[in-house]
């Protein structure tokens, strides 16, 4: 059975990896890829890829209105406007896309997309829990038709506890925009963060299972290319590994049994022995060196997370567990709310004021956690904006975080 079918206007159904695979496909010709693999019959544009489209004609028309047509970043939109110009094909009516059978994701207000950004984890957790009927955590934004998810906001933000609340709460770590990014090759393309921040959030993503596909812009190879561009050899060696940065599980280690079961990220691959400096999933947070053999992926979930974030009165406490039995026993407490006492609004506000006392007290008052109010969001947002437009590099980086 297709998974994720999708049913085409000639009447056959294909799941949408096969049909990514068939239209990316290596050494297929171009107008191959544009029909059904079985009957040859024209296979419409997506959604996605008709929403990339409209989004660079719109941004090119908006440098034309500017009369911006001699710069750079023009030449660059009228580029990968004519690429996907040339992936949907000329012969495409202009009318019929590709329909497919998930549900709608949530549109996120416009307030909800800065607060994402500058790292209000307060309001972004609060709009989420305000209604958990709807799917919030993979919430969009449908700012200039890119779909941008919650979880690709916080990655452009850099913004790594909340991408980590988030990843807790559901987030799908290989969500894509519609330009074809997932997370993790948003941050191992991003020209602005530092590499201690593309560092940290690339081991975060592949510690939870993020995947690459295998061809196109955002494949792995690429994203190692992109890596390496940026001199960031460290990521771009882990990535490069078939265990790097992952979530693993320790089994058949003969010289230490008691190990076997347990759960470690592997840090570092160690091409000379070809082994791993792994670090224990513990509280003791042991170092050991081990072979490919004793380690199987176990990627986090929501439910075996390995470790738990907890946001509580504006800062975020880590909780460390001496198993992951232990960690899913405290997840699973969460649930059914017995891990700590209902918060009312009132007490946590007392606590926050009681907080924000103490702080002055000791000369450090300011806003915990580097949370802004709400004006002070949108300045910071629209000051970034500003900055970015004023910085040339990736174009489609550029579409999106201004999204």
Wanted: charged content about 30%; glycine content about 6%.
């Amino acid at each position: 059975d297709s998974k994720d079918p999708l049913s085409l206007p000639c009447g056959h159904s294909f799941c949408a990896g096969c049909l990514d695979e068939w239209r990316s496909r290596y050494g297929v010709e171009e107008e191959m890829r544009r029909k059904c693999p079985i009957c040859r019959a024209r296979i419409p544009p997506s959604k996605e890829m008709v929403a990339v489209l409209q989004g660079y004609r719109a941004h090119k028309q908006m440098l034309e209105d500017k009369n911006e047509t001699s710069s750079e970043r023009y030449r660059n939109e009228c580029y990968l406007l004519a690429q996907a110009e040339k992936k949907i094909g000329a012969d495409w009516d202009g009318v019929t896309v590709l329909e497919d059978n998930d549900t709608p994701p949530v549109v996120m207000p416009d307030y909800i997309r800065e607060a994402i950004y500058v790292g209000d984890i307060k309001s972004v957790l609060r709009w989420i829990n305000l209604n958990r009927t709807e799917d919030r955590v993979n919430a969009k934004s449908k700012n200039r038709g890119l779909d941008v998810s919650a979880l690709q906001l916080a990655t452009l933000g850099i913004q790594p506890a909340l991408v980590t609340l988030l990843l807790q709460l559901g987030a799908n770590v290989d969500c894509r925009n519609s330009e074809g990014c997932t997370a993790i090759s948003l941050v191992l393309h991003s020209p602005i963060a530092s590499s201690e921040g593309i560092n940290e959030l690339a081991r975060l993503f592949l510690s939870w299972g993020a995947s690459f596909f295998s061809e196109g812009d955002f494949s792995k190879r690429k994203c190692i290319a992109g890596a390496r561009s940026a001199n960031n050899h460290e990521i771009a060696d882990l990535v490069e590994s078939e265990l790097g940065g992952r979530r693993c599980e320790i089994v058949n280690l003969s010289p230490r049994p008691e190990l076997n079961g347990k759960t470690c990220i592997a840090d570092e691959y160690l091409p000379g022995s070809n082994q791993y400096r792994v670090t224990l999933e513990t509280k003791s947070r042991e170092a050991l060196i081990l072979d490919p053999e004793n380690l199987r992926r176990r990627d986090r979930t929501p439910r075996d997370c390995g470790h738990y974030i907890e946001f509580r009165n504006g800062r975020t406490i880590r909780h460390d567990f001496d198993s992951s039995e232990d960690c899913r026993a405290f997840v699973s407490a969460l649930d059914r709310g017995e891990a700590r006492p209902v918060v009312t609004e009132e007490a946590e506000a007392r606590a926050e004021q009681a907080a924000a006392e103490l702080l002055a007290e000791l000369g450090l008052d300011g806003p915990p956690s580097g949370v802004l109010a709400g004006d002070e969001q949108a300045g910071f947002f629209r000051q970034e904006e500003e900055e970015m437009n004023a910085t040339d590099f990736n174009p489609i980086f550029h579409r999106l975080i201004n999204t």
